[in-house]
């Protein structure tokens, strides 16, 4: 079964940091452009990342920019988003999506072939 699994979420305080990972099963990731997503309680999905499967080139919403920083493990067949001086705003589930695209901008669900099921970051003291 083809999927996307997020891990490395979880409680940090703001200032802090995460590495969240996108791994995939059952096929190459770097045939992929990668993206993340994230929900907060009560909002509408929002693009955050993105990284293209040919040259590797990447883009960040400005909320994020400076902060996050996407990158891809090939030996590992993983995507990794380090996230830095995390944000209570940054609060929520974090999901990534594969397709064919060139990052030019953050799809609707149904345009990205595969997803993952999320993972779970909260930013608080």
């Known amino acids: 079964q083809l999927q996307l699994v997020e891990s490395g979420g979880g409680l940090v305080q703001p200032g802090g940091s995460l590495r969240l990972s996108c791994a995939a099963s059952?096929?190459?990731?770097?045939?992929?452009?990668i993206t993340w997503f994230r929900q907060a309680p009560g909002k509408e999905r929002e693009g955050v990342s993105c990284?293209?499967?040919?040259?590797?080139?990447?883009n960040y919403a400005d909320p994020v920019k400076g902060r996050f920083t996407i990158s891809r493990d090939n030996a590992k067949n993983t995507v990794i988003l380090q996230m830095n001086s995390l944000k209570p705003e940054d609060t929520g589930i974090y999901y990534c999506?594969?397709?064919?695209?060139?990052?030019?901008?953050?799809?609707?669900?149904?345009?990205?072939?595969?997803w993952g099921q999320g993972t779970q970051v909260t930013v608080s003291t």
């Open positions: 990284i293209t499967n040919i040259g590797g080139s990447t």
């Open positions: 999506a594969a397709d064919r695209g060139d990052c030019s901008g953050y799809m609707p669900r149904g345009w990205y072939e595969y």
């Open positions: 059952a096929f190459t990731l770097d045939y992929y452009t």
